[in-house]
């Protein structure tokens, strides 16, 4: 179904860390949002993790907010590389909007190949709600799914660094060696450890 007056925000998270997916969100807001909703939206980087956690159960309370979400692999970085990942993370999630969006606004300065106008916008998190709503729902959703891999892969702290590449993460990566689910193409992982099987 094609809505051509909707608007969809989209960004991702996790190009950066050394291990886990990019995982990306698109969000429609509803025409007339609630003040209260928009009041809890910025971006994601901005916030503690209790406010992005309670701006992500309003978005997902509120009825007219749609949602998609959208990942690529840690096989999939590897094979076409983090840039490319990351877009098509962000095609799947708006692929995954029950309407299609007529325009997609996109956090930063590369689109992604989608079936509707495309306006990216740097910064675009900190500047439009929708975009707000994307960034919040994508840390959100790839946080708790770092959570869950880290309960089968303790060690290496991914509840607290999502799998960035913090000063522990690291060391735990030089004495544990690699998961299944470390970025074997990152340098900084070759660098600090022979990959086991997993």
């Not at 291990?19 to 969000?27: K, S, T």
């Not at 999939?76 to 990942?85: F, M, Q, V, Y």
Request: one cysteine or more; a positive charge.
């Amino acid at each position: 179904m094609r809505g051509n007056g909707r608007i969809a925000g989209v960004d991702e998270v996790g190009r950066g860390p050394l291990a886990g997916p990019v995982l990306a969100a698109a969000v429609i807001l509803p025409e007339r949002a609630d003040a209260a909703l928009l009041g809890l939206l910025d971006d994601s980087k901005k916030l503690s993790a209790a406010a992005r956690e309670r701006a992500f159960a309003a978005l997902c309370a509120d009825p007219g907010v749609i949602i998609g979400v959208g990942a690529a692999s840690v096989r999939e970085i590897a094979r076409i590389n983090i840039l490319h990942a990351a877009m098509l993370a962000m095609r799947r999630a708006v692929l995954r909007l029950r309407v299609l969006p007529g325009l997609a606004l996109v956090d930063g300065n590369r689109a992604p190949d989608l079936p509707c106008a495309v306006r990216c916008i740097v910064g675009g998190d900190a500047l439009e709600p929708a975009i707000s709503a994307a960034s919040i729902v994508a840390k959100v959703i790839r946080d708790r799914l770092m959570a869950r891999l880290d309960a089968r892969h303790p060690g290496y702290g991914w509840a607290v660094n999502a799998g960035y590449g913090t000063p522990a993460h690291r060391a735990a990566l030089h004495r544990m060696g690699a998961t299944a689910h470390h970025r074997a193409g990152f340098g900084t992982v070759r660098q600090l450890t022979l990959f086991t099987n997993d």
